[in-house]
């Protein structure tokens, strides 16, 4: 197995924390329902592009960092997104052997399950009504996959080029 480069690392932190800020980015009120979950997408690219070296701690870590942001209680999203991480190494042996529709479908399921997850949540901690809405991040996250590993993919073969 090959070792992490620091490039590699560099370039996989950078990602993230982009995908941090794409996150909390401020939208109008109306919108906010419409932004994928960025976080979660990046989470889900790297630990099944280098599941030995992206897992449970990556999204631990960037979840903390999201809860202090957004100043939601601490260890909330550092919940969700640990546990994303888990799911994923569950499937990395089968999700390789997908194509791009059928990993976009798992992405939907992976990514609907942590959402609901955090609907279930916010209604623990305090008043907080769900409604079906909560689920568009999650559809709009399955729809953008094929293109972001598609990008991605591109990024690192001109990477290689030169």
Request: charged content about 10%.
């Amino acid at each position: 197995m090959a070792r992490a480069t620091p490039t590699s690392m560099i370039w996989v932190w950078l990602s993230m924390l982009l995908a941090l800020c794409l996150q909390v980015m401020p939208l109008a009120e109306g919108w906010q329902i419409w932004r994928p979950d960025w976080l979660g997408l990046m989470l889900i690219y790297w630990c099944m592009k280098t599941p030995q070296r992206v897992g449970v701690v990556h999204g631990f870590v960037l979840g903390i960092l999201l809860d202090l942001i957004e100043g939601v209680p601490l260890g909330q999203n550092a919940l969700l997104l640990s546990m994303l991480a888990f799911l994923c190494s569950l499937v990395y042996p089968r999700f390789r052997a997908y194509s791009l529709l059928q990993q976009a479908v798992l992405i939907l399921v992976l990514l609907g399950f942590v959402q609901l997850v955090e609907q279930w949540l916010r209604t623990l901690l305090g008043p907080f009504s769900i409604h079906l809405s909560f689920l568009l991040p999650s559809l709009i996250g399955a729809a953008l996959w094929p293109w972001l590993t598609t990008l991605f993919r591109a990024i690192r073969r001109q990477a290689t080029r030169s």
